[in-house]
Every structure is written in structure tokens, then in C-alpha cells.
Nanobody, 115 residues
Framework: QVHLVESGGGLVQAGGSLRLSCAAS????????MAWYRQAPGKQRELVAG???????NYADSVKGRFTISRDNTKNTVYLQMNSLKPEDTAVYYC?????????WGQGTQVTVSS
């Protein structure tokens, strides 16, 4: 069983930066690709960025050039560096496998960007 814990969210002004972390424990060797997702109030959860175990990445168009996903396989941790944040980035951010597995959803971490 894999357990994922997100951290690093908070309140930031537009234009600011945050770095999210996702610590994985358990049988993480079964996971190839990992991703960050987000869900804003009243909206469906969406994919933000993904990364394979080899380091290949992909991003939603809305965050390209502003967000960077990375992973440290020695620490079983995935990161999301978020720069030039906008109010529309406000959401709860989750990490999960790519594609996501229902049993892996955690509590997420709240990111709030004020204008």
C-alpha cells in the first residue's frame, strides 16, 4: 500500500512562489509516473504536471513556463515549484500516480493566491 502526503501550501500574493512536496511511503516501486493535480472550488480535479521515473515531464498549458515538477527517487519525494502564481492557481493540490489511483488520494495541500 502506498501512502502520499502533500505539504508546502499556503497563502501567497499574486506573482509569488511556493514549493510543494509529496512524500511517498510504502510500495512506491509499483509507481512509474507521478503527477500533481489540483481542484479549485466548484471545478473538477485537473492534471497540473506529471513526471516519469526517468524524469520526462509534461504540463498543463495553464502552468507551462511557471511550474516545474521534479522528483528525488532517493527520498521518494516529488516536488512542484510554482512561480509567478496567479489567483486562478488557487486550489487544493494533490499528488498521485499518473494515471491516478483512487486509493492514493490524500488530503492535499491548500494553495491560495491573493490578487
Amino acid at each position: 500500500q502506498v501512502h502520499l502526503v502533500e505539504s508546502g501550501g499556503g497563502l501567497v500574493q499574486a506573482g509569488g512562489s511556493l514549493r510543494l512536496s509529496c512524500a511517498a511511503s510504502g510500495n512506491i516501486f509499483s509507481i512509474n509516473a507521478m503527477a500533481w493535480y489540483r481542484q479549485a472550488p466548484g471545478k473538477q480535479r485537473e492534471l497540473v504536471a506529471g513526471i516519469t521515473i526517468g524524469g520526462s515531464t509534461n504540463y498543463a498549458d495553464s502552468v507551462k513556463g511557471r511550474f516545474t515538477i521534479s522528483r528525488d527517487n532517493t527520498k521518494n519525494t516529488v516536488y512542484l515549484q510554482m512561480n509567478s502564481l496567479k489567483p486562478e492557481d488557487t486550489a487544493v493540490y494533490y499528488c498521485n500516480a499518473l494515471p491516478p489511483r483512487e486509493v492514493y488520494w490524500g488530503q492535499g495541500t491548500q494553495v491560495t493566491v491573493s490578487s
